[in-house]
């Protein structure tokens, strides 16, 4: 190394050996840097990484978890190896609240029936039918009953209103209305479908057509005696009535039951409510009726009638009052023997009547076989008398071809014969004729016989000499 001892020299070394430390300083804070350098990047790396993991593990904590089957356990039999994954959570339909618009609907009448509806799931549902089931007391007054939902997400709230009437026969109280919600959600990716019915009711008031007529007052009303007032009364609404009382309220008479109740009165059903009191004076009396009761929707109800009434004095008693009770004075007692000769008289005269009127049925009897017996006898007798005319004008021919003499007395007696029949056949019934002889001789008025009168023995000795025919006589009967 050469040495200067010039200025220059001394201050060219110095200026070269600056250069040389200056350029192991610079040299040393690169290194430095450099590994400071490093260091961060090392420390924003575990930084990293840590962060990457709580990440991790918080993303875990909550999002829903997914079961992985293990290898060789199917729980369905398949024998694979699938993963099975866990059914998510189901989404629920509620109806919050409904209105009617009051306290309760008249039968016959229309109202708006508004239901809001919420899912209280925590999936959001789609493609929801809303259907609203009238039952037996309602209907749809215009409109459809059926409501399209196209989301409804969770947590959220509907508010449907459906037009609707209540039947005049519907029965009064809460009646029922469904509503039912069919809509569809995700279940771990895949899509479902569900339903939820819910049940509301909406109360129901039929008219009040419970009518009582005004009270009846009797025809005479006497202080200290019961008498009863009475009212008629029907129920013509469609609703029961219950808890039906009557009562009188006022002063100067006096009642055993206070209060008459009648109880229950159906649709429809009839009857009457009496109330029977005492008045305590005579005068003028004024008392209240009123009845109570209580309509179909539970409703106690009163309707009051005003009575106005006039009693008269009680009788004076007489002197045959005994006690306080009147007593009719008794008559004249009638004697035993009295009784028994009544009867006795009355037995008589049956008997007496009982054989009059056989008798006179005895006497008509026999008076009418008399006129069939006359009757029949009088034709007998005129046709025997036919016969002996015709008998002795045969004789007379006889005899008048033997002796003339003999015809000439033979004719008369014939004919005397047959005039004696034709004169005694009203007053004799019998007529017997002896047999004609014709043994060429003339007959004689004696030969002929006669037609006989009298008794029944003269009848029953000529009944042997009688001809074949002839008719016997009363008599003989």
């Not at 006669?450 to 009363?474: C, E, F, I, V």
Request: without cysteine; proline residues 5%; hydrophobic residues 40%.
């Amino acid at each position: 190394m050469n040495m200067h001892t010039n200025k220059s020299g001394i201050y060219a070394g110095s200026s070269a050996g600056s250069s040389a430390v200056q350029a192991v300083a610079a040299s040393s804070t690169t290194s430095a840097t450099r590994r400071m350098s490093a260091a961060v990047v090392a420390i924003l790396t575990t930084l990293a990484f840590l962060a990457a993991t709580v990440f991790a593990v918080l993303a875990l904590a909550f999002t829903p978890a997914s079961a992985l089957a293990v290898e060789g356990d199917d729980p369905s039999g398949t024998g694979g190896s699938a993963a099975a994954p866990i059914a998510g959570p189901v989404p629920n339909i509620i109806v919050t609240n409904f209105t009617y618009g009051g306290d309760s609907v008249a039968a016959g009448s229309k109202f708006d029936l508004a239901f809001t509806f919420q899912n209280k799931g925590q999936v959001a549902v789609t493609n929801m039918v809303v259907t609203v089931d009238s039952g037996e007391s309602f209907a749809i007054a215009g409109g459809t009953n059926t409501f399209y939902v196209d989301a409804l997400w969770a947590g959220y709230s509907l508010t449907q209103t459906v037009p609707m009437q209540a039947l005049s026969s519907a029965k009064s109280g809460a009646q029922p209305i469904g509503l039912s919600f069919k809509y569809e959600y995700l279940d771990s990716g895949a899509r479902s479908s569900t339903q939820s019915d819910v049940k509301i009711s909406v109360p129901i008031s039929q008219p009040d057509r419970f009518e009582v007529s005004n009270p009846v007052l009797p025809d005479q009303a006497v202080s200290g005696q019961e008498t009863t007032i009475t009212m008629e009364y029907v129920n013509k609404g469609k609703g029961d009535i219950a808890n039906v009382e009557a009562t009188m309220e006022g002063d100067g008479f006096d009642a055993t039951m206070k209060n008459q109740y009648v109880g229950n009165v159906a649709s429809g059903a009839t009857g009457s409510i009496g109330y029977a009191f005492t008045p305590a004076a005579a005068g003028e009396l004024n008392a209240t009726m009123k009845v109570t009761y209580e309509d179909s929707d539970g409703q106690s109800k009163t309707k009051e009638f005003p009575v106005k009434l006039t009693v008269e004095d009680a009788p004076v008693m007489d002197d045959t009052a005994v006690d306080g009770m009147a007593v009719e004075p008794a008559g004249p007692a009638v004697p035993v023997w009295a009784w028994i000769v009544g009867a006795v008289v009355l037995m008589v005269l049956i008997v007496v009547i009982v054989v009059l009127v056989r008798r006179r049925r005895k006497k008509k009897m026999k008076s009418a076989i008399d006129d069939e017996w006359d009757d029949w006898a009088e034709g007998s007798a005129k046709g025997d008398a036919a016969a002996a005319d015709g008998a002795g004008t045969q004789s007379a021919a006889d005899a008048a071809a033997q002796s003339p003499a003999t015809t000439a007395a033979a004719v008369p007696a014939s004919a005397a014969l047959t005039s004696s029949s034709r004169d005694t056949a009203d007053t004799a019934p019998t007529a017997v004729l002896q047999p004609f002889v014709s043994d060429g001789t003339s007959a004689s008025a004696a030969q002929l016989g006669t037609a006989q009168s009298g008794t029944a023995q003269s009848g029953t000795a000529q009944l042997g000499n009688a001809q074949p025919g002839t008719a016997p006589s009363k008599a003989d009967q």
